[in-house]
């Protein structure tokens, strides 16, 4: 038992739960890792390691989604829809909340990242920021003027529609709703059915340049649609070296230099425009400790 207050994340994915806790200036002290099976059993473990590191006085939790985050909602903080055997319609922030006997703050993963990367990263000290994440999928967490940015439901940046030149990308496309949306064609999986192998073994100069041409585009739409004043990309996919260079050339030339701001004027502005996070994979579960400290009484 410390002495001083702890504050709690979790980092909830699809196959494993990361779980921290951090003193009052967001150190973590302790982390331990729990392994997604059923939510008894997941939400369980988790309990577990916090009841050992007490006294706990937020947490907060960035999850898998899709999630519902409508507060005034009657499954608010359930898992929606998903095709995660057992996780559908899931309760995640009631049980963690009478077990633990503390607030409980939520948003989703790629959310909780980019507020990691906002308070405490590469998005320091700006207003708004957009943090997309490329791995086996692709989301999108934002922070508009301070405020995770949330409406309807939250972003779903991953299904935007961009160009597909099918002459020079046959591939038709791996969303099982959309076929050739983002996700569609520049996720992870979206590589690893287009090329035969996984992104991570993949070093066809060709499938790159492919690649990079989808995120291009993407960071344009971020851009005319958010204008963020940074967007951070993430994600396994993203850490192949020189695609962000690749993407800021591309992005630059579709910009054809409309608006005329300095990122999109000056090709050596946009190396500080996109980038990557600069807490490298800790941005969910610091972002998810930030979420609960948020809601701090
Ligand atoms: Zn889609």
Redesign the pocket.
Known sequence: MSTTPLYGGIEAGGTKWICAVADAHGHVVATGVIPTTTPQETIAGAVRFFQDHRPLTTLGVGTFGPVDLRTSSPTYGHIMATPKPGWAYADVVSPLGAALRVPVGLDTDVNAAALGEWRHGAGRGRKTIAYLTVGTGIGLGAVANGRLLHGLLHPEF??IRIPHDRTRDAFA?S?????D????LASGEAMRRRWGQRAENLDDPMAWELEAEYLAHAVMNLTYALSPERIIIGGGVAKHAGLLAQVRARAFDLAAGYPATSVLTDRSAMDAYVVSPSLGDRSGITGAIELGMRCRP
Do not use: A, I, R, S
């Not at 969303?175 to 076929?179: A, N, T």
């Not at 949306?181 to 569609?184: A, H, Q, S, T, Y």
């Open positions: 991953g299904h496309g969303c099982p709703f959309h076929g949306c983002l996700e569609g």
